[in-house]
């Protein structure tokens, strides 16, 4: 588990992941904004971004941020190999 905001910890109530990977290490890890960050990971020489991303509200001026931020910090090349994973609270029915 990475977290961007505080040191990690174990509590009841919460969600997570474990991810163990063999052969793979994190070169990159950088704080976006309070809601998200990204990380670099090599796996067996091919590279994989991943951005973890908790929104508040959902809202479509959020979901702009978070993609010019990632567009700002990730080359072209780099946003081929990028999966964007986490709540974004979007509720569909609201305007």
Known sequence: MVRFDREASVSLGYGGTLVALKNAFFTRKARLSSDYGV????????S??????????GSKTQIQE????????????????????GDFNVKPWRK
């Open 39 to 46: 990380l670099k990971i090599i796996i067996q020489n091919y």
């Open 66 to 85: 978070l993609f010019m931020n990632i567009h700002s910090y990730l080359s072209t090349d780099d946003m081929k190999f990028l999966i964007v994973i």
């Open 48 to 57: 994989l971004w991943i951005v973890n991303v908790y929104l508040s509200r």
